[in-house]
């Protein structure tokens, strides 16, 4: 059986948070900007011809082209597309910053909680306290890092060098044990 | 060659206005609501998120969230705050246009159910003048036909060559300018 990823637990209760608001774990948490063409827009039939029924409409179009026409001939309807595009704005500027606090919240948990590079359909184990304790402190301390990972390689020289016969099993046994230790303090920080 | 429909001024700036805010003239220039679902959809079909509002923070998973990492409730507070007041304004949008839609097609589209992607000519301001009063009073059509048919006859009994044309000229004339009312209602 593969081995399960290990994960914190804040990482463990964002995964629903960002489920909601971002594309889901099956697409890796990315996130899209509002968009009036999709809402706004539908595949029918056969061929997927794409039906559009609105568009977002901003003040200045008013005065140009088509509506500027339109509103010439009746202007009974400037109130309403004055009122519409007044209506567009908000709901445009709203977006606009949800996506942009969106887009900050989801990359500053990503960077800091959630393994961006993780396949997030996959298993997982959420870490105990203890184990959190050894990861937040490897994550944030280099020299401890390189001190471990340099310690790992002297002990499988070390075990390398030792007898592999029955009798010499006591001795192997602290190298190794150690070893496993090492190897699953860096497992849990993907260092290995 | 067919013959074309003639619609109003109105209607055909109204053509114009409605094509880009409505499904156009292939769809009849149909409206509805937005679809809050697809907003955040890509083209290849996944949903990048949704606008979430006030009360999803009270949801379970939010809450655990929030409990570990409060430091993130102010920002998917206002989050939902934002979503909320997009969420009214396109209500309102949406509420706007669909009335402003049904009533063009009520009061400027003289026929809501013809194909619209059909050709047509524009009326000019002297045609609508007669348009608008042939069409306020319908029984006018009937004599005009009527006076149209005695025109045809009276012409088909006149002599055909160049010395008679003086004669027809006044019958030619008037029988053109039928014709032409009658075609505004594509009963000539």
């Given amino acids: 059986m593969a081995t399960k990823r290990k994960i914190s637990k804040k990482e ?4 629903p948070v960002l489920e909601e608001i971002t594309g889901g774990a099956k697409n890796g948490y990315r996130t899209k900007s509002g968009d009036w063409y999709q809402m ?19 003040p200045y179009q008013l005065n140009y082209g088509d509506f500027a026409k339109f509103l010439q001939a009746m202007p009974e309807y400037k109130e309403v597309f004055e009122e519409m595009t007044k209506q567009c704005e908000i709901a445009d500027n709203a977006i606009k910053t949800f996506d942009l606090l969106r887009e900050k919240f989801v990359e500053d948990i990503k960077s800091k909680f959630v393994n961006p590079n993780a396949n997030f359909e996959t298993e997982y184990i959420v870490m105990s306290d203890e184990e959190e304790a050894i990861c937040s402190e490897l994550k944030g301390n280099t020299d401890k ?9 002297e002990l499988q020289e070390k075990l390398e060098g030792l007898p592999k016969d029955r009798a010499s099993a006591p001795l192997r046994k602290p190298l190794k044990e150690e070893l496993e230790e090492i190897t699953k303090n860096l497992k849990l920080i993907g260092e290995i | 060659m067919a ?25 009849q220039f149909y409206t509805e609501k937005a679809n809050w679902y697809d907003i955040f959809q890509t083209i290849y079909g ?4 949704r606008l979430i509002s006030p009360y999803d923070l009270d949801k379970t998973e939010y809450v655990k969230f ?5 430091k993130y409730k102010p920002i998917l507070e206002e989050m939902a705050k934002e979503a909320n007041k997009a969420r009214k304004a396109i209500e309102r949008y ?7 839609v049904k009533e063009v097609k009520e009061q400027v589209f003289e026929n809501p159910k013809i194909n619209f992607e059909s050709a047509y000519l524009v009326r000019t301001d002297e045609q609508e003048v007669i348009y ?20 045809e006859t009276q012409l088909a009994g006149m002599p055909q060559d160049r010395a008679s044309a003086p004669l027809r000229k006044p019958f030619k004339e008037e029988l053109e300018s039928i014709i032409n009312q009658l075609k505004l209602f594509n009963e000539a």
């Fill in chain 1, 12 to 15: 463990e209760l964002a995964y």
């Fill in chain 1, 145 to 153: 890092l390189n001190a471990l990972k340099a310690r790992a390689i």
């Fill in chain 2, 132 to 151: 608008q009063d042939l069409k306020a009073n319908p029984d006018k059509i009937p004599p005009l036909k009527d006076r149209k048919t005695e025109l």
């Fill in chain 2, 46 to 49: 996944y949903r990048g998120g």
């Fill in chain 2, 66 to 70: 929030f409990k570990l990492m409060p």
């Fill in chain 2, 94 to 100: 949406d509420e706007i246009k669909l009335a402003f």
């Fill in chain 1, 40 to 58: 706004y827009s539908t595949y029918s039939g056969a061929f997927g011809y794409r039906r559009v029924w609105a568009r977002l409409i901003k």
């Fill in chain 2, 3 to 27: 013959r074309r429909r003639t619609v109003s001024k109105a209607e055909h700036l109204a053509y114009e206005v409605l094509k880009d805010h409505t499904t156009g003239e292939r769809f």
